[in-house]
């Protein structure tokens, strides 16, 4: 078996699932420039999502387990800290739902992905420039109102090339949130986020898991594995990145990116 292909693209999800550059952008990208079969790999690029996920888990498994353990005390702070993950998820899970196959149809669309990164690089500079004065820190401690705004925020996430994190981490900004604990609040977000988003889309192609010709679950365990582990790297360099000089390097990255690849859509 030939393992650079789920290498490669393993290491595109672990290496942008949490940055603000959209890793569902950068796999259909990848897959477009590589040309490889986008359908064949569909499930493949969904499922590797988990990977990257158990990262989180990994990395802040002490936070959840003090959260677990502050909700059997009943604890205010754990109770906040649920209660704004869980509210913040609903509009992505609402709408997400409703548009479910309109979504999917933009999921091979090189050219849109190219023209949201750029857009993308671009409102993240405008909202580091204009971002209120922070004066929230910690996750506990973001207020219901703004918890919902930024639940709606990241259901523009939903257009490839946006970027899910993105979204979240800019709306936080924008909302009066400091950038450590958006970037937090990005991360506890995307479990149940993208835990739901896989299931649904591997219910939807269930039947390909075992269809002639399907990538096979060895392939797929490679791409997990790379996605886990290079996610875990990434993670941690992000968070002190962002902390130190903000999300301007990521916006110039998306715009530079975007404007290369559109460059080579139209003229390729």
């Known amino acids: 078996m030939d393992i650079s292909t789920p290498v ?3 290491i595109v999800e672990g290496l942008t699932e949490f940055l603000p550059v959209s890793s569902t952008g950068h796999l259909i990208l990848a897959t477009k420039l590589l040309g490889y079969d986008a359908a064949k790999w569909e499930v493949f690029n969904i499922v590797i999502q988990l990977g990257a996920i158990l990262a989180v888990v990994v990395l802040y498994w002490r936070t959840f387990w003090a959260v677990l353990q502050g909700l059997v005390r009943r604890d205010a702070t754990a109770i906040r800290f649920t209660r704004n993950v869980l509210v913040a998820l609903i509009p992505a899970a609402v709408i997400g739902m409703a548009l479910h196959k309109r979504i999917e149809a933009l999921l091979g ?11 993308g ?6 909202i580091e420039w204009r971002a209120k004065k922070a004066n929230v820190a910690g996750v506990a401690d973001i207020p219901l109102p703004t918890v919902v705004g930024i639940g709606f925020i990241q259901c523009l996430a939903m257009i490839p090339g946006v970027s899910r994190s993105g979204a ?5 900004l924008s909302l009066g949130v400091e950038r450590r604990t958006a970037a937090e609040f990005s991360f506890f ?15 939807s192609h269930r039947h390909e898991l075992t269809a002639p010709g399907a990538i096979g679950m060895g392939t797929i365990a490679i791409g997990f594995v790379v996605a886990f582990l290079v996610a875990l790297a990434v993670i941690k360099a992000f968070v002190s990145i962002v902390t130190r000089h903000g999300f301007a390097p990521f916006a110039w990255y998306r715009i530079v990116a975007g404007s290369a690849a559109l460059a080579w859509i139209i003229h390729g």
Not at 190 to 203: E, N, R
């Open 121 to 126: 690089g671009m409102a993240i500079l405008a």
């Open 189 to 203: 977000l995307a479990i149940p986020t993208m835990l739901g988003a896989t299931v649904v889309q591997l219910a």
């Open 168 to 172: 979240t981490i800019m709306g936080a």
């Open 8 to 10: 490669l693209l393993g």
């Open 109 to 119: 669309d090189a050219f849109v992905v190219a023209v949201a990164l750029i857009l």
